[in-house]
C-alpha cells in the first residue's frame, strides 16, 4: 500500500507502519483490489467516531497499469453496498482542488448510484503544511 501511495504521485503517502496499522485496526471499512492475484489497488476508510452513519474515505489508489478499468469505483461501490444496512448513510471524502480525477471518480460514483454530490471547504492549506492545498470536503448522500 505503502509503495502504491507513492508510486500515484498525488497521494500523501504515510510510513508503512501506518497502512500495517490501518489493515489491522480498520480492515472493515477499507478495501484491497487484486487483478489476476496480483495486487491492484486500495481504499482507505473508517467510520467517523462522532459521527457512525459517515464513512470517511481516507485515500484511494490504483496500480497505474490497471487505472482506466474501473477499480477504484469498484472499490467504493463495494465498501458502500457493504454498509448498506449498518447505519451509514453517508460516504465524506477530502480532495485537494487540483485533484481533477478524484473528483471525476467520486462524482461518477455518486451520478450511477443516484446520490447527491456536494463540496465544501474543509482545510486550508495553511492548515495542512509546507506544501500541502487546501482540501474540500465532498460528501455523497442521499
Known amino acids: ?12 503517502a504515510n510510513t508503512v507502519y501506518a497502512y500495517v496499522l490501518w489493515c489491522h485496526d480498520f480492515a472493515a471499512t477499507s478495501v484491497v483490489a487484486e487483478v489476476d492475484g496480483e495486487f491492484a489497488g486500495f481504499v482507505t476508510g473508517y467510520q467517523r467516531p462522532a459521527d457512525p452513519s459517515v464513512l470517511m474515505v481516507w485515500q484511494v489508489a490504483v496500480d497505474g497499469r490497471q487505472r482506466g478499468r474501473g477499480i ?6 463495494h465498501l458502500i453496498d457493504g454498509f448498506a444496512d449498518s447505519g451509514v448513510r453517508a460516504m465524506h471524502t477530502t480532495i485537494s482542488p487540483d485533484n481533477e480525477a478524484s473528483q471525476r471518480l467520486f462524482s461518477s460514483v455518486a451520478q450511477r ?3 447527491t454530490f456536494t463540496r465544501r471547504p474543509l482545510f486550508a492549506a495553511t492548515d495542512l503544511g509546507d506544501g500541502h492545498e487546501a482540501e474540500d470536503l465532498y460528501v455523497l448522500a442521499p
Do not use: E, I, K
Open 113 to 115: 448510484r443516484g446520490l
Open 1 to 12: 500500500m505503502h509503495r502504491l501511495a507513492v508510486d500515484t504521485g498525488v497521494l500523501d
Open 72 to 77: 477504484a469505483a469498484a472499490m467504493l461501490n
